[in-house]
């Protein structure tokens, strides 16, 4: 997942590539430990399912001016706002007939928070303050959306938020930038992944400022990263009663991909390469982990673990990302949904057990940021 503010300890050209011709970065000031955030606000034939199914993926494409917010239906894309702002989408839910997406719109001074149900635009924010819709879940007649939004009170620190049926709860209190990233819901409780700046005293005479690995449950919160290191969750799913966050570790200036099973973390990678895990899915007790890891050359490669077992989706000539994943209804096929670039733009695309579908035909910027699968209505 290619996030508004993504915690990192690897502030390299491969890194902010992702967002090439629309990118904000900003570093914010670290007491001991120099950890950049980024700020982002931009940015073949597409492939149909052959099964019984329908795959959504949401993520935007330039028009030439600005980014355009869309999803696309078994490879049909359908524009979310008119072109006339720029406007990205990064999370996606259908529920019986209605389609959910959550994302964010510019007004021109900031970005709006908005979710789209069925094309149709709801503001979840005001547009006085910055903020962004990153995560996305429904349950029953309930939508759930996550994300963050900037307090002027607090010299515009960014708050992470969760917002239900439009109503916002705070996560956090504007002591340290923050942003929830992924929701997942069990009957009425609320499970949150993100990221959140804490400072914690090391020893008698050493404070350290870094961003934390987070998850939320009805709102109390648990840090999951060592605080001498740092990191971010981007992903959570619950299977079986048990909680799995994805995200990453930082360990001497680098990100170790991460899967937390109730708190408890596996390591994906051996930190001699940055990576990140931006999602998570599991099925009769797999866990698949979608992500980017650097090639020799630094570049990021996008890569799927299935029980922490590596397999390369693109090649490393060019910058590539995984940024979600989805099982399909039966649990027979994995999606995996990216961004893959080239000499010419970034495609937006989504790999089927390893077979690559693309989206968009890589003549103007694009990006695929979720993925969701359903079964297809028989009628």
């Known amino acids: 997942m290619r996030l508004p503010f993504v915690p990192s300890a690897q502030p390299s050209p491969a890194r902010a590539a992702r967002f090439r011709k629309a990118v904000l970065v900003a570093g914010f000031a670290s007491l001991l430990l120099g950890l950049g955030v980024q700020l982002g606000c931009a940015g073949a034939s597409a492939g149909a399912s052959p099964s019984p199914t329908d795959v959504y993926v949401a993520g935007d494409e330039s028009n030439g001016q600005v980014l355009v917010a869309k999803y696309w239906k078994n490879g049909t894309a359908v524009a979310l706002t008119n072109g006339a702002h720029n406007a990205r989408a990064f999370a996606i839910a259908v529920s019986g007939q209605d389609v959910y997406v959550a994302g964010g719109e510019s007004n021109e001074r900031v970005d709006v928070a908005m979710v789209w149900k069925n094309g149709t635009p709801v503001a979840l924010t005001d547009g006085t303050n910055q903020a962004f819709a990153v995560g996305l879940a429904v ?18 620190v960014a708050v ?36 959140e700046y804490q400072v914690n005293q090391i020893d008698p005479s050493t404070w350290l400022f870094s961003a934390q690995a987070v998850y939320w449950k009805n709102g109390l919160k648990t840090t999951l990263t060592n605080v001498s290191r740092g990191g971010g969750a981007l992903g959570i799913t619950l299977s079986g009663g048990d909680v799995y966050v994805s995200g990453n570790e930082f360990v001497h200036g680098l990100g170790i991909a991460h899967v937390w099973k109730n708190g408890q973390a596996t390591a994906l990678t051996d930190g001699s390469r940055g990576a990140d895990a931006a999602g998570v899915a599991v099925a009769d007790g797999i866990v698949y982990a979608p992500g980017s890891e650097n090639a020799a050359s630094g570049l990021p490669v996008a890569m799927l673990w299935k029980d922490a077992a590596p397999t390369v989706l693109a090649s490393a000539r060019y910058p590539s990302f995984a940024n979600g994943v989805a099982l399909s209804p039966t649990g027979s096929s994995v999606f995996v949904v990216g961004t893959v670039y080239g000499p010419a733009a970034a495609t937006a695309t989504y790999w089927q057990d390893g077979q690559r579908h693309d989206l968009t035909d890589g003549t103007a910027d694009a990006e695929a940021n979720a993925i969701t699968v359903v079964r297809r209505p028989l009628f």
């Open 160 to 195: 992470a938020k969760v917002w239900k049926n439009g109503v916002p709860t705070a996560l956090t209190d504007g002591s340290g930038m923050a942003q929830a990233n992924a929701v997942a819901i069990d009957g009425a409780d609320v499970h949150v992944a993100g990221w």
């Open 139 to 156: 349950s029953g007649a309930d939508v759930y959306v996550t994300g963050y939004e900037c307090d002027p009170s607090r010299y515009g």
